[in-house]
């Protein structure tokens, strides 16, 4: 099992940028796909993006794509999101999740281990 605690998550105007870590304890980040998922009140969590363990396949939401940029720093056990262009929609509470030798696939049903989230307000 891997711990996760998310960071960077705070309040932004629309148009305006923030960069979301997720530092990883316990285990070494390099054996995990990683993922970004959030859920907005009263939604259901839903899919960003995702990254492979060697960070050479991502996966994005199309609502993100173009806007959003996942990596990883093995080295430093992290994974980041930026995030560019906000929009109001985009205001939720941000996990990252890992998923112990996977692909890094949109469904959150793979993923192990959650992070407790980050929120992030967008206003207009």
């Known amino acids: 099992q891997v711990q996760l605690v998310e960071s960077g998550g705070g309040l932004v105007q629309a148009g305006g940028s923030l960069k979301l870590s997720c530092a990883a304890s316990?285990?070494?980040?390099?054996?995990?796909?990683m993922g970004w998922f959030r859920q907005a009140p009263g939604k259901e969590r839903e899919f960003v993006a995702s990254?492979?363990?060697?960070?050479?396949?991502?996966y994005y939401a199309d609502s993100v794509k173009g806007r959003f940029t996942i990596s990883r720093d093995n080295a430093k056990n992290t994974v980041y999101l930026q995030m560019s262009s906000l929009k109001p929609e985009d205001t939720a509470v941000y996990y990252c999740?890992?998923?112990?030798?996977?692909?890094?696939?949109?469904?959150?049903?793979?993923?192990?281990?959650w992070g407790q989230g980050t929120q992030v307000t967008v206003s207009s």
């Open positions: 990254i492979n363990l060697s960070g050479s396949s991502t």
């Open positions: 316990g285990r070494t980040l390099s054996s995990y796909a």
């Open positions: 999740a890992a998923d112990f030798g996977g692909q890094g696939v949109p469904n959150s049903k793979e993923y192990e281990d």
